[in-house]
């Protein structure tokens, strides 16, 4: 359809009475007026949501994502919507374009259709443009439908020409950018859609016809069902469980969350069936978030509804034709994710950019398939400056953690080396109770950022932490002081042969040398458990003796590791942070030992299950110029 705004273009329906097309076509702000040619007649519209005027770096091109959505005054009756595809198109997928020109006709706008193919993703400031080759895209398709041959399904809408006049292509922009603009809009749009192609079969059928899909047990019908009963629902009743939490809560441990804000159901739906299929037995992604959904939509009485019970029955269905009833019925009970120990994770990171700054950001981790954002990351920040917002930030998520008497949450802080040494155990997060001390309230435990930002260090971890499973960590503890042959070649060489070595009891801080580099040597060779007294400074050898190895027998003298041995005899390997909390206390109420162990004592604890989803970086390719199609 032709869309007369800002400028000319096109635009196409996406939901009974709205229009999608570029912002620079229809218009930069909600409010402004428009009209639509559809058929023989046009319609008076008004643009509801927009993307900002502010041209890139170039000056060529509309900022990202350059998207409007128009809504008609008094649209026609039984109008057809285009079925969206926010999986965008892979490279090398054959494209149909279509808008208008008037090349042939001076003066008049003849609807025009172009083959054209996706090529790779050029980088804007915001997000990235699906590349349109071998195909001419002239002024008047921009704000038009790109049409997938392979999903058929309009997958991007038409921005800009590379050139004009030549068949070098041009840009579009992927549908799922859609979801940056208005929230509440994009949600009453994109539900609009859902529902009228759940009720309007009329483009599901004639996709059939070129659906490649390689699967036929999970196609796009199956889909389309879901997304229709899932845009019945309301939100989640629980306003903790977000859908960035209800993503994590069934991607595979470890999945970066998707750079698009996730705003409604569809959104988790669309980006879970984007991953990586789980291995063979398992529940789809997408399968096992709607049993989720039920699961949790049914345990809310103000919740239960037909449409409800509806996506439960589909979901049964669908498992049973993948022979995967068990597990979905294990998931609808409650059973398919395990329960794990609450903690609050906090994270400081170097800035990429300047590594005298930081990045401050928190979860809340329920389970390595749930675990819920506590906001953005913040910006880069001096030391302080970081530790202090990382304090602000703990204590909003530490009063959202579930704990009780009998059980203590559990905080932790994945830190680089510089830090770790900072006295957070006596932290007074609560002003209003000023005795209240974060290591003596809750189970605190530090982590180490360089482990968790290096994959090839993991499987060491993983298997240094399986060997401390079923022991007493007081009998499976020594000592490294970093002396003698102690040296970092030779360490390495011991935890290379000795993968059961995975808990140490360091002479000193790890920021005091010759710690410094035993320490950096268990951390690459994955050592999970650390304890040392916050500040200290290793002394000369107690024994007499040159520091060999490290060993059962090896430096028994030393006081530091003698206490905790004792103290931990009896302690298994998840025990170790409550043990070292209740330490904790026992030094403050026996505050006239000065070498008590509670007293400033560090736990590095490091449990590979409970890992934070990867942080998605930003491309940092230049821009391509171009030149906006008007």
Not at 368 to 384: F, T
Request: hydrophobic residues 40%.
């Amino acid at each position: 359809m032709l869309v007369n705004g800002a400028t000319e273009g096109t635009g196409f329906f996406v939901a009974p009475g709205f229009v999608v097309s570029c912002a620079h076509v229809a218009g930069t702000e909600a409010g402004l007026p428009a009209r639509v040619r559809w058929g023989d007649q046009d319609y008076e519209a008004v643009v509801v949501a927009a993307s900002a005027d502010a041209p890139d770096r170039s000056g060529a091109l509309f900022a990202f994502p350059d998207l409007a959505v128009v809504e008609l005054v008094d649209p026609p009756d039984g109008h057809p919507c285009v079925w969206l595809d926010a999986g965008g198109p892979p490279q090398g997928t054959e494209l149909t374009a279509v808008g208008f020109t008037d090349l042939l006709e001076a003066g008049a706008a003849a609807p025009r259709r172009v083959m054209l193919t996706a090529g790779g993703r050029t980088a804007q400031a915001g997000g990235q443009l699906v590349e349109l080759v071998a195909g001419e895209i002239n002024p008047g398709l921009s704000g038009g439908p790109a049409l997938s041959h392979s999903s058929a399904r309009v997958c991007a809408v038409v921005k800009a020409t590379r050139l004009e006049d030549t068949t070098m292509g041009g840009f579009a922009v992927p549908v799922d950018a859609l979801r940056l603009l208005d929230p509440e809009v994009y949600r009453n749009v994109i539900t609009k859609h859902d529902q009228f192609h759940q009720s309007d079969p009329r483009w599901c059928r004639l996709s059939h016809r070129v659906d490649q899909s390689p699967d036929d047990k999970f196609s796009a019908a199956i889909d389309r069902h879901f997304l229709g009963l899932l845009s019945a629902l309301s939100d989640s009743p629980d306003p903790d469980r977000s859908h960035s939490a209800a993503f994590l809560a069934v991607a595979a441990p470890g999945t970066p969350l998707p750079e698009r804000p996730m705003l409604a159901h569809r959104d988790v739906y669309t980006e879970l069936t984007a991953l990586m299929p789980p291995p063979d037995g398992q529940l789809p992604y997408e399968l096992a978030y709607c049993a989720d959904l039920v699961r949790d939509l049914a345990r809310a009485p103000a919740q239960a509804s037909d449409a409800v019970t509806a996506l439960r029955d589909k979901v049964l269905i669908a498992a049973g034709r993948l022979e995967l009833g068990d597990g979905v019925q294990a998931r609808l009970a409650g059973d398919g994710v395990p329960a794990r120990r609450p903690s609050v994770i906090g994270r400081v990171r170097h800035s990429l950019r300047n590594r005298n700054l930081y990045h401050v950001m928190v979860w809340r981790f329920r389970s390595p398939h749930d675990i819920v954002p506590g906001g953005s990351e913040s910006s880069a920040l001096p030391l302080r400056e970081a530790l202090g917002l990382l304090s602000e930030a703990l204590a909003e998520q530490i009063a959202l953690m579930v704990d009780t008497p009998q059980r203590r949450g559990l905080i932790e802080l994945i830190l680089p080396r510089e830090v770790l040494d900072e006295d957070f155990a006596d932290w007074r997060l609560w002003p209003e109770v000023g005795y209240w001390a974060l290591g003596r309230k809750y189970d605190l435990v530090v982590r180490p950022l360089e482990r968790h930002e290096a994959p090839h260090l993991h499987a060491a971890w993983e298997e240094r932490w399986r060997h401390l499973e079923g022991k007493r960590v007081g009998e499976a503890l020594v000592c490294v002081c970093g002396r003698d042959r102690q040296r970092q070649a030779a360490l390495d060489a011991l935890f290379n042969n000795d993968p059961a070595l995975a808990a140490l009891a360091l002479a000193g801080s790890p920021r005091q040398s010759p710690v410094t580099d035993a320490y950096t040597v268990a951390l690459t060779s994955g050592v999970p458990m650390m304890l040392w007294r916050r500040g200290s400074v290793p002394g000369p050898p107690v024994c007499g003796r040159p520091c060999g190895i490290p060993g059962r027998d090896a430096c028994p003298d030393p006081e530091f590791l003698t206490q905790a041995r004792e103290v931990l005899s009896a302690t298994s390997r998840d025990e170790v942070p409550d043990r070292i909390c209740v330490l904790r206390s026992d030094a403050e109420l026996d505050a006239e030992d000065e070498g008590h162990i509670g007293e400033h004592v560090v736990l590095l604890w490091d449990d590979p299950s409970r890992r934070i989803p990867r942080t998605p970086l930003a491309p940092a390719a230049k821009v391509e110029e171009g030149r906006a199609v008007e």
